[in-house]
């Protein structure tokens, strides 16, 4: 059984679902008015990861995640550049899709936008209005955060010692529109000729934080199985989702929660962010290096731990993202000479590394110590590709493994078969030669070859070659 770790309780708890064998999940997605950084990037890879244990574990998961298609930083942002919100808006969601399929994330189910749901918004703040838990001032709508009973529950903050400008974006202009300062926007008037929807209480645009209670409840259900997003959401994020939707439905609005470590940046292990200036995009990173390297690394720390970004740690994953590659090339090249039937050691084996991964992710989804089962599995096909004999069912078996447990970590390995004609040819024409004893030619062939990026490599079982 799979066990998580719950924000909202502070701790490990066996995972339930609502309906069983299906996991409905929402995660918060990107404000896109830039690339995303690789900080935003840990959430986006964590999840990912997680939900493909899920599916690993015979699961069918509704992922959900939204975009914040507007809002403050979009308003400024389109302004500056002379554009219209919804061109900023499309130019960094198609960017944002770019980057993740570059690092090899699964599509959502479903990517909705704010603006696409401002209907519904408006519906859902008209409820709390009636309800007595928002107001209208000045063409601003506000949620009264103290008639929530529970708010606070999920970040362990005291009500009573919250300070003024929790509730984000606050300037002393809002606070005169409030009832008190901690209460927060869940509509925004409209300023000027800025883009602005209809609504009873007047034109504007949603607040943050209801765009998300909105875009849950919808698609997933009143109550929902998992919430999750980077610990920088939970408050105050995330905690005015619970005291909206709850308000709202009279339902607990989700049964767990899960948040993501920082990425940190320097020897004071600063927070990488947008506004502190110290972050690198995706959007360069996969320019300059193999995007399966940030994934790699991103994806095999437990996701609730702070992920340190330096150089070192960058080429200590491309030294291991190298070994399982070559691991599994040395799998397949043996596949041309195998025998029939199985290794009835190895099998084994291989069944008690799979144990020994599923104890380890079941755990909260211990990445570490699964990744760390992986490298097992890899040195057991190493030594398997060195035996002199080798059964098939045996290789089959540690194809698949290694592929679908790797794959959990968002890894791709390439099968590293001859597939391009013309060097196959020249392969096989620098064996003839090197057997003719003609090592000028063999040496020609092998330089030409390298200035095509191949590098050869002369095994007992024959040459194998691979891009550099």
């Not at 927070?271 to 200036?277: E, I």
Request: proline share 3%.
């Amino acid at each position: 059984m799979i066990n998580l770790y719950n924000t909202m309780t502070r701790q490990k708890e066996p995972f339930q679902p609502i309906t069983p064998g299906v996991v409905n999940m929402y995660v918060c997605g990107p404000t896109v008015y830039n690339y995303i950084h690789i900080g935003n990037a840990r959430s986006i890879i964590a999840f990912d990861t997680i939900r493909r244990y899920f599916e690993y574990r015979g699961f069918k998961v509704k992922f959900v995640s939204n975009f914040t298609d507007v809002d403050d930083k979009m308003i400024n942002t389109a302004k500056k550049d002379g554009i219209t919100v919804p061109e900023l808006a499309e130019k960094f969601i198609q960017a944002f899709m770019q980057d993740s399929k570059a690092i090899n994330v699964e599509p959502a189910t479903m990517n909705p936008r704010a603006t696409q749901n401002v209907p519904e918004i408006v519906g859902f703040i008209q409820v709390l209005i009636d309800k007595g838990y928002a107001y209208v001032s000045d063409g601003d709508v506000y949620y009264r955060t103290r008639k929530f009973a529970n708010y606070g529950e999920l970040s362990g903050q005291n009500i009573d010692e919250l300070e003024q400008g929790a509730s984000e974006h606050i300037n002393d202009e809002e606070t005169a529109r409030k009832e008190d300062p901690i209460d927060f926007a869940l509509w925004k008037g409209a300023k000027g000729d800025e883009i602005s929807w209809d609504a009873p209480w007047g034109k504007g645009r949603p607040g943050w934080h209801i765009e998300c209670s909105v875009m849950a409840t919808k698609y997933l259900g009143e109550t929902i199985d998992i919430h999750a997003g980077g610990e920088d959401l939970e408050f105050p994020h995330h905690e005015n989702e619970i005291a909206q939707s709850e308000a709202k439905t009279g339902k607990k609005f989700a049964n767990y929660w899960m948040h993501n470590g920082f990425v940190t940046v320097g020897d004071e292990n600063e927070k990488m962010s947008k506004s502190l200036g110290n972050f690198v995009t995706v959007h360069d990173i996969v320019d300059k290096m193999d995007p399966q390297i940030l994934r790699l690394f991103m994806a095999t720390t437990q996701y609730r731990r702070p992920i340190q970004y330096t150089r070192e740690n960058l080429e200590e994953a491309g030294n291991n993202l190298a070994k399982l590659k070559n691991a599994f090339a040395n799998l397949n090249y043996r596949f041309k000479n195998a025998e029939s039937g199985s290794d009835g050691d190895t099998d084994r084996r291989v069944e008690e590394l799979i144990k020994q991964f599923t104890d380890a992710m079941d755990d909260d989804f211990n990445a570490q110590n699964g990744i760390a089962v992986v490298y097992e599995l890899a040195k057991v096909l190493n030594v398997y590709s060195e035996k002199e004999t080798v059964k098939l069912d045996t290789l089959e078996l540690l194809k698949n493994t290694f592929i679908q447990l790797v794959s959990i970590f968002g890894i791709q390995l390439e099968e590293g078969q001859l597939e391009d004609e013309t060097i196959k040819q020249l392969i096989v024409e620098r064996d003839t030669a090197r057997d003719n004893k003609d090592f000028k030619r063999s040496d020609e062939i092998r330089d030409q070859l390298k200035e095509q990026g191949i590098n050869l490599e002369d095994t007992p079982q024959g040459t194998r070659w691979k891009r550099a």
